[in-house]
């Protein structure tokens, strides 16, 4: 079992650059979410999913997107890359009956 | 809406020491999930205990123990005999009816030798 796994670790983007961080879990959750997190503070919401084809906004969704084709993936989306974007992304799941989310070890992402 | 403060910024011990961390929260739902999680240096989040808003027993796990108040809407986490490896930033956390987690601010916990 590798849990919630993220892919890159790291990347640094050019403002106006778009990409895609990847999110993948292995333990049959049907909840994920995406959060990021600023030098200094709590994680805060971007979006999530309770199932496959299911998504919705959370507290900050602005310059993202995201899609939930399978169980396994739930991959989030920035277009045109901002300085404000600059923060550690991590993703989490769960499933129906656990209330506790089991996170993945962030992407760190840069733009300059 | 939903709220969690955390309103210790920073706590410095020296090993061995009690430390209490503190952590209020506003929530309007009447089944609710507080948590804490722990964020060491390497960045990762480690989940450290989940309690429900209709179970108020304390909890005690190691050198863990939590206090959860619902009169003065609190989750207090205690850390007794504290270590240098207990040097993290410690987030308190909420859960309503959205399933979705609101975080506080965290607390940066740091154990001197």
């Known amino acids: 079992n590798a849990g919630v796994t993220q892919t890159p670790k790291f990347r640094i983007l050019k403002i106006g650059q778009s990409m895609t961080l990847q999110c993948t879990q292995d333990m049959n959750h049907n909840y994920m979410y995406w959060y990021r997190q600023d030098p200094g503070m709590g994680l805060k919401l971007i979006y999530y999913s309770v199932g496959a084809g299911i998504t919705d906004k959370g507290e900050v969704p602005n310059g993202y997107n995201v899609s939930r084709s399978t169980t396994e993936d739930f991959p989030l989306r920035l277009e045109l890359a901002a300085p404000s974007q600059t923060s550690v992304y991590f993703c989490?799941?769960?499933?129906?009956?656990?209330?506790?989310?089991?996170f993945g070890p962030g992407t760190r992402l840069t733009v300059l | 809406a939903q709220k969690v403060t955390q309103a210790q910024t920073e706590i410095s011990v020296v090993e061995k020491e009690d430390v209490t961390l503190d952590c209020v929260y506003e929530?309007?739902?009447?089944?609710?999930?507080l948590f804490w999680y722990k964020q060491p240096p390497s960045g990762e989040l480690v989940f450290l205990i989940r309690?429900?808003?209709?179970?108020?027993q304390n909890e005690i796990s190691g050198r863990y123990s939590w206090n959860f108040q619902k009169s003065t809407s609190s989750f207090n986490f205690t850390i007794t005999a504290s270590q240098v490896v207990d040097s993290a930033v410690y987030f308190c956390?909420?859960?309503?009816?959205?399933?979705?987690?609101?975080f506080g601010s965290g607390t940066q916990l740091t154990v001197l030798p």
């Open positions: 929530t309007r739902d009447t089944t609710y999930y």
């Open positions: 956390a909420l859960s309503g009816s959205a399933r979705q987690l609101t």
């Open positions: 309690r429900n808003s209709f179970d108020e």
């Open positions: 989490a799941s769960t499933r129906t009956g656990v209330y506790e989310q089991f």
